[in-house]
């Protein structure tokens, strides 16, 4: 199935897999799509998102091998290719990341299993262990996925107040996968890459 193509990298991410630690561009395929695929280093580490053009630009430079692909395919010329979901550097790439994962609501929910962290069911909100009203900071390690019953419940208290308790203290998760985790939406076809159980939801 040929699909036409795009820009060559996902909106809005400028990510290590820009031109200028690959060198200059191969030919564009005659078509390729508009999706994304995951890019991981030569040890498989997980290190950013492109767009599914760039991923197929990357392998037909042989800067890059297909890990896992789709049912679609490109075609370019005298070459068919299938579209890749999830691509490898053939060579290490070194790249500086900050050095804390970004505090964000998405990513707070995948820390914590989308579950609330009192009473185990869904997670719709953000609570602050120590309220801001009780000079509660808005930083990883006061802030947990919660119901909107328990959070309601417990409103500006202390957990001592009321009896409760945290099953683990929060904080700051690590990893490079953690940086695509809080920022996106994850393709469930990444999962094994970025180390996510199935009970995650991204």
Known sequence: MSITALGS???????PAHDSHFGPRAPAPAAATTGATLL???TYEPLCVVSSRRAI???LAAKAEAVDVTDDEVHAERLTLAVPIVVRLTRYVRVPYPVQVPLSRRAVFTRDGQTCVYCGGSATSIDHVVPRSRGGTHTWDNVVAACRRCNHAKADRYLAELGWSLPR??????GAAWRLLGHRTVDPRWRTWLGMPDSVSA
């Open 9 to 15: 990298s996902a909106a809005g991410h400028r990510g």
């Open 40 to 42: 991981l280093n030569a």
């Open 57 to 59: 630009v990357l392998v």
């Open 169 to 174: 203290p929060p904080g700051a998760p690590s």
